[in-house]
Nanobody
Framework: QVQLVESGGGTVQAGGSLRLSCTNSGGSFSGYWVGWFRQAPGKEREFVAAIRWNAGHAYHADSVKGRFTVSKDSAKKMVYLQMNGLKPEDTAVYYC???????????????????WGQGTQVTVSS
């Protein structure tokens, strides 16, 4: 059973930072890909970052590379999205997603993930 719970959203000024957290209240992330996606009003869902839990390999969208970092804490069974240098265009609902059967070429495709959290709002004011 996978039950994803995100936390850490909020409102910050441009240039500020936030850290989002994702946990699986139904168990661990062992063997899973964990992805972060976002959706702004009137826009399609967009890939942000992903991490392959067992190997710890991390991947980031070009739009956030150098500003956002996905990481994990094995002891706490948490995945984080550290967001620095936030811009107004980063405003969106951010979702955590997980899947066990992704292949490397599809980690950025939201439709490939089986489980999703409820989302957390991130608002960046100018």
């Amino acid at each position: 059973q996978v039950q994803l719970v995100e936390s850490g959203g909020g409102t910050v000024q441009a240039g500020g930072s936030l850290r989002l957290s994702c946990t699986n209240s139904g168990g661990s992330f062992s063997g899973y890909w964990v992805g972060w996606f976002r959706q702004a009003p009137g826009k399609e869902r967009e890939f942000v970052a992903a991490i392959r839990w067992n190997a710890g390999h991390a991947y980031h969208a070009d739009s956030v590379k150098g500003r956002f970092t996905v990481s994990k804490d094995s002891a706490k069974k948490m995945v984080y999205l550290q967001m620095n240098g936030l811009k107004p265009e980063d405003t969106a609902v951010y979702y955590c997603a997980a899947d066990r059967s992704l292949i490397l070429s599809s980690y950025h495709i939201g439709a490939q993930y089986d489980w999703w959290g409820q989302g957390t709002q991130v608002t960046v004011s100018s």
